[in-house]
């Protein structure tokens, strides 16, 4: 069955360090994928998605993502975090002509500290 | 505009019983999903509609849980018979159209399940 794998369950960083989180899923054909935040208090939104094209996609609040089709990953990269993008961050992909449905990853808690 | 809006906000209720949960889509927008969100997991998928009918509910865990959006608009998610692992938060999206992944899901607050 198709999956989204988040290694991190929680992460802990200070502010202005650095943030890569993990993400791969688990289909053989084509996929779009996706970024969701969720903000305490906040619904889901999005952060940020790739359907093809380059690789490395860029999203809100200074987030990227880039996409390595032969690791079947999606990683999450912030260069420098701030107290603000305290979230669950969850990956999530839908395939591609397989309707619209979103299939997502557990998530990974982010917190920064000051 | 107005987002998506989903109510009650939070429901409780015994085994057993029957509950319904109520999800207004973005005005305009023809696809409206229905995912839930068990503690510590990511939320899944649960049925789609585009316009008034079903597109996809392949995600309905079993026929106690069934949904209806009759004029295309709102929709309600029933489930009949509670059990306790029923207990989640229910999210409710909405697209102006569900042909595609360009068109970008937008959430709800989520109905907060509690099965007693």
């Known amino acids: 069955a198709q999956s989204v794998s988040q290694h991190n369950h929680h992460v802990i960083l200070s502010e202005a360090a650095s943030l890569e989180l993990g993400c791969n899923y688990s289909?053989?054909?084509?996929?779009?994928l996706f970024w969701y935040v969720q903000y305490p208090g906040q619904h889901l939104q999005l952060l940020l998605k790739?359907?093809?094209?380059?690789?490395l996609v860029k999203g809100i609040k200074g987030f990227e993502a880039e996409f390595i089709k032969s690791k079947f990953s999606f990683n999450l990269r912030k260069p420098s975090v701030q107290w603000s993008d305290t979230a669950e961050y969850f990956c999530?992909?839908?395939?591609?002509?397989?309707?619209?449905?979103?299939?997502f990853g557990t998530g990974t808690q982010l917190k920064v500290e000051l | 505009g107005a987002g998506v809006s989903q109510t009650p906000s939070n429901k409780v209720t015994e085994k057993g019983k029957y509950v319904e949960l109520r999800c207004d889509p973005i005005?305009?927008?023809?696809?409206l999903y229905w995912y839930r969100q068990s503690l510590g997991q990511g939320p899944e998928f649960l049925i789609y509609?585009?316009?008034?009918?079903?597109?996809?509910d392949s995600g309905l865990p079993n026929d106690r849980f069934f949904a209806v959006r009759p004029e295309g608009s709102v929709s309600t998610l029933k489930i009949q018979r509670t059990e306790r692992g029923d207990s989640a938060v229910y999210l409710c999206?909405?697209?102006?159209?569900?042909?595609?992944?360009?068109?970008?899901?937008?959430f709800g607050p989520g109905t907060r399940l509690t099965v007693l």
């Open positions: 999530a992909f839908i395939l591609t002509g397989g309707g619209n449905k979103l299939t």
């Open positions: 999206a909405s697209s102006l159209s569900g042909q595609g992944a360009y068109n970008e899901q937008f």
């Open positions: 005005s305009g927008h023809t696809a």
């Open positions: 289909y053989g054909g084509t996929v779009n």
């Open positions: 790739y359907f093809s094209g380059d690789p």
């Open positions: 509609f585009q316009g008034t009918g079903a597109a996809d």
